[in-house]
């Protein structure tokens, strides 16, 4: 008899990771899930690929959120060595709020002194020299980030029969197609052996961050595709029941008057820009993977009504050929009401991450009780 399993799917957006720890911390309080344990099955999108990664090596809630309040921009990214040595310091100038911290002394607020009495030639000059790079791969560069991340990481435990079920999705460069590394035996491949690398290929944002090579692969952000992998994880349950957590960090279900509302300040620099651009981004990628649900249930129902009305007729040519889809429960989604600041993208400060380990337990509860409620009226 089919079994219920939990899975809980964790989006990308940066620096707001933080979001899924106190969303953790509630699911964790309701007995959704246990501390330092998890749910059946994990899967992640970018930073959703490393807070997914850190639950499945075994940290309680404390363990995440003293990571989180360790780490600091500075022990993330730092600036590309890929850069043109003459467009350094004024990119260093123009992206100073995203490669400091307040824990390590904060942003300077002028361009060194050779660069302050620059020409606009010489300006145009320097960017010219980013543009024309050879070879460019980033802006940022996330060697920091690699040695933060094997502190946090047991991957003897990820890859052992221990370790809740874990997927992690990356884009493949070169065919632009879904790559899902997981700890288990998946759709016909045998289980990937779950490293630093594949970490750090789910997240590897473009142009912001550089690619990662795994073999003769190269992979971007598993959010190009896959922001939130529900397909993966259905898959992966087979024939067992399955419910659904999924924890967005942009409001996914809101109107289009009341998001432009929410962002009627445009973005007032590079960083911003960039931060907008992937949000709907990511938010695209969420309404493709639950509108694939919804089909899925649909011709679900509608091959149970074809076998009904064949068994009546006694015609079995009226029944669907092939496989059909079985029905899947809609998730339970997690998100906040509004759009959080474009800034903490990439910019990982102490305040943020306290405020997002708030925010992301109190929406957290607010689901859970929508959730409750049809059960406790019934």
Same mark, same amino acid.
């Given at each position: ?54 639950? !499945? ?12 309040? !360790? ?72 060697? $920091? ?18 370790? $809740? ?19 288990? %035996? ?40 896959? #922001? =939130? ?28 008057? =009341? ?21 709907? !981004? ?40 092939? %496989? ?5 429960? $809609? $998730? ?19 305040? #943020? ?13 607010? !689901? ?11």
């Amino acid at each position: 008899m089919p079994t219920t399993k939990k899975a809980l799917v964790l989006s990308g957006g940066g620096g707001r990771g933080a979001y899924h720890i106190g969303v953790i911390e509630a699911l964790v309080a309701a007995g959704w899930m246990q501390d330092g344990k998890g749910p059946d099955i994990i899967a992640g999108t970018s930073i959703g690929a490393i807070n997914a990664a850190a639950l !499945a090596s075994g940290l309680t809630v404390a363990q995440l959120k003293a990571r989180w309040l !360790a780490m600091h921009t500075e022990e993330v990214h730092r600036l590309s060595a890929d850069l043109p040595a003459i467009s350094r310091p004024l990119l260093r100038f123009l992206l100073r709020s995203v490669l400091t911290s307040d824990a390590h002394g904060g942003a300077r607020d002028e361009l060194p002194p050779a660069e302050r009495n620059m020409s606009a030639q010489g300006l145009f000059s320097r960017l010219g020299a980013l543009f024309h790079a050879r070879p460019f791969r980033s802006l940022l560069d996330t060697t $920091p980030w690699r040695h933060t991340l094997a502190q946090w990481m047991d991957f003897a435990r990820i890859n052992s029969a221990a370790a $809740p079920a874990l997927l992690l999705a990356a884009t493949e460069l070169q065919s632009g197609t879904l790559r899902v590394f997981c700890n288990r %035996p998946l759709a016909g491949r045998p289980a990937d052996t779950i490293a630093l690398d594949q970490l750090m290929a789910s997240s590897s944002i473009p142009i912001v961050y550089p690619w990662t090579s795994i073999g003769d692969a190269k992979y971007w952000d598993g959010a190009v595709l896959a #922001n =939130t992998p529900l397909e993966p994880v259905i898959d992966l349950a087979g024939a067992d029941e399955v419910d659904i957590l999924v924890v967005m960090m942009t409001p996914w279900n809101a109107d289009p008057d =009341t998001m432009r509302l929410q962002t009627r300040q445009m973005p007032q620099d590079l960083v911003q820009a960039l931060s907008l651009t992937l949000d709907w !981004a990511l938010l695209a990628s969420y309404r493709v993977a639950f509108e694939a649900i919804e089909h899925r249930n649909r011709l679900a129902q509608a091959a149970a009504k074809l076998a009904q009305a064949a068994a009546q007729l006694g015609d079995a040519s009226m029944q669907l050929e092939g %496989p059909v889809p079985r029905p899947i429960a $809609p $998730p339970t989604v997690i998100a906040p009401a509004e759009l959080m600041p474009l800034d903490w993208i990439i910019d990982y400060e102490t305040a #943020n991450h306290q405020a997002l380990f708030a925010q992301g337990r109190a929406d957290a509860e607010r !689901a859970l009780a929508r959730r409750a409620a049809p059960e406790n009226s019934a």
